[in-house]
């Protein structure tokens, strides 16, 4: 996608954004900045990391995934189909994940962008670290060897990477 189709989508209300990348990449950060640059409001911001605080008290909580997502994909249902512009801040590095968010923003008539965040799996896990949260290597390694299965080439929508969005916005704000 060229800039000006990315900032156009970015203008235009009740639009998906399907952030991929580990834990640590950025994604929650490029979120906070489409807040701070009036591109959506905070409330659109769809966190995994806030629902999993919620429901098992930390961000970093794996204790029921399927009763995470299904909280996810409730939500998310509801703002695309009320016209809301959706930020779903989780890794995405599942087929299954962004598909079905992907499948329910064109259900609901809107348009939805996939950005990748390829920082190295070395500076993600140290990012998160120092955020005080420690994967077990099991569940670290099927991050990474999901989002390394991603073919990029074969996505059926439109995709930009991380930098590209982070330019825009402070380009066009």
Request: hydrophobic letters at 40%.
């Amino acid at each position: 996608m060229r800039d000006d189709e990315v900032y156009k989508l970015l203008s235009t209300p009740g639009w998906l954004l399907v952030p991929v990348g580990l834990p640590g990449a950025g994604k929650s950060t490029l979120g906070g900045r489409l807040v701070a640059h009036g591109l959506m409001h905070q409330h659109g911001i769809l966190s995994t990391d806030t629902l999993r605080e919620r429901l098992g008290g930390r961000r970093d909580w794996l204790g029921d995934e399927e009763l995470v997502f299904r909280h996810v994909r409730e939500i998310l249902d509801a703002r695309l189909r009320n016209g809301l512009t959706t930020y779903l801040d989780a890794t995405n590095v599942r087929a299954v994940d962004r598909n079905y968010a992907l499948a329910a923003a064109q259900a609901a008539g809107r348009a939805g962008l996939v950005v990748r965040f390829s920082e190295p799996k070395e500076v993600c896990r140290r990012r998160r670290a120092h955020q005080g949260v420690v994967y077990d290597d099991h569940v670290w390694d099927g991050l990474v060897k999901d989002l390394a299965e991603i073919d990029w080439n074969s996505l059926a929508v439109p995709w930009v990477d991380s930098a590209a969005v982070a330019r825009i916005i402070a380009d066009q704000t």
